[in-house]
Nanobody, 120 residues
């Protein structure tokens, strides 16, 4: 399984961006997925997660009401709609997927990251 993010960029405070995470390979083995971010000098943190079918989502308190996670399993793609962006949202955003290996072990895979910069 491989994951590739896209959609990052520079946006002014109050603006919006939509990130995408495209999966390839054994996509049918992917279960839950999530978006994480890492700001300069800080640890990577969970932003939002979504269950395999998309029916269950969780958000960090800092993004509740502003970000929306979703996935389209037919397109093997997960999204993060980010509205009302703040300078403190500036970070490299990573997508992560959990998937079952051929030996029935639950593994994880990460994308390469996409940079989001919010100017004040």
């Amino acid at each position: 399984v491989q994951l590739v993010e896209s959609g990052g960029g520079l946006v002014q405070a109050g603006g919006s961006l939509r990130l995408s995470c495209a999966a390839s390979g054994s996509t049918s083995s992917i279960t839950s997925m999530g978006w994480y971010r890492q700001a300069p000098g800080k640890q990577r943190e969970l932003v939002a997660s979504i269950s395999s079918g998309g029916g269950s989502t969780n958000y960090a308190d800092s993004v509740k009401g502003r970000f929306t996670i979703s996935r389209d399993n037919a397109k093997n793609t997960m999204y993060l709609q980010m509205n009302s962006l703040k300078p403190e949202d500036t970070a490299v955003y990573y997508c992560k997927g959990n998937y079952w290996s051929v030996f029935y072990r639950l593994l994880e895979v990460w994308g390469q990251g996409t940079l989001v910069t919010v100017s004040s």
